[in-house]
T-cell receptor, first 111, second 113 residues
Framework: QKEVEQNSGPLSVPEGAIASLNCTYSDRGSQSFFWYRQYSGKSPELIMSIYSNGDKEDGRFTAQLNKASQYVSLLIRDSQPSDSATYLCAVSPYGNNRLAFGKGNQVVVIP | GAGVSQSPSNKVTEKGKDVELRCDPISGHTALYWYRQSLGQGLEFLIYFQGNSAPDKSGLPSDRFSAERTGGSVSTLTIQRTQQEDSAVYLC???????????FGQGTRLTVV
């Protein structure tokens, strides 16, 4: 099993809709969880961090963490064309503090 | 500095030559990470530093790759006898401490011809 998995294919959403992205991880002791946004040809940009079970909201973004089920999700409300990018899930495994990344999910917001 | 700085931004080198990539992390950040991203692919972990030591070198793809960090600050990634498959964007990130939020530099695009 991969450390961090993002299995969904490209996601197309109409402008104004909610985009939902999911990520699962294998190390049950992981403590830190992050979502990055990467525009084509650019480096990843941190958009959300979450450390405790539950929801964390920041503007139009909400991160959700469920440690028992070992998944973390990202919701993007009122999606805008500028949200079109690849979203990367990252997890810091317990006892091994390198940051492990999923392969990413491409989001396309259709005007 | 204000952010993570990487140099050069672009590097074109001939196959078989050695290259050195530099990363200057955010001031005060003790953790430093190197990743590689090939076109259209995800991030491939290379090496992680805590201070000047590298507790995790598991991602270095071959013995042609090496990295060091001095003074708990600047890090250099060296690729010896470059091959065409080494062509990729090399990304550096730093964080205040282990497990904290990590911030990326703009990357170095390496092309081996």
């Amino acid at each position: 099993q991969k450390e961090v998995e993002q299995n969904s294919g490209p996601l197309s959403v109409p402008e104004g809709a909610i985009a939902s992205l999911n990520c699962t991880y294998s190390d049950r002791g992981s403590q830190s969880f992050f979502w990055y946004r990467q525009y084509s040809g650019k480096s990843p940009e941190l958009i959300m961090s979450i450390y405790s079970n539950g929801d964390k909201e920041d503007g139009r973004f909400t991160a959700q963490l469920n440690k028992a089920s070992q998944y973390v999700s990202l919701l993007i409300r009122d999606s805008q064309p500028s949200d079109s990018a690849t979203y990367l899930c990252a997890v810091s495994p317990y006892g091994n503090n390198r940051l492990a990344f999923g392969k990413g999910n491409q989001v396309v917001v259709i005007p | 500095g204000a952010g993570v700085s990487q140099s050069p931004s672009n590097k074109v080198t001939e196959k078989g030559k050695d290259v050195e990539l530099r990363c200057d992390p955010i001031s005060g950040h003790t953790a430093l990470y190197w990743y590689r991203q090939s076109l259209g692919q995800g991030l491939e972990f290379l090496i992680y530093f805590q201070g000047n030591s590298a507790p995790d070198k598991s991602g270095l793809p071959s013995d042609r790759f090496s990295a060091e960090r001095t003074g708990g600050s600047v890090s250099t990634l060296t690729i010896q006898r470059t091959q065409q498959e080494d062509s990729a964007v090399y990304l550096c990130a730093s964080s205040f401490t282990d497990g904290a939020e990590a911030f990326f530099g703009q990357g170095t695009r390496l092309t081996v011809v």
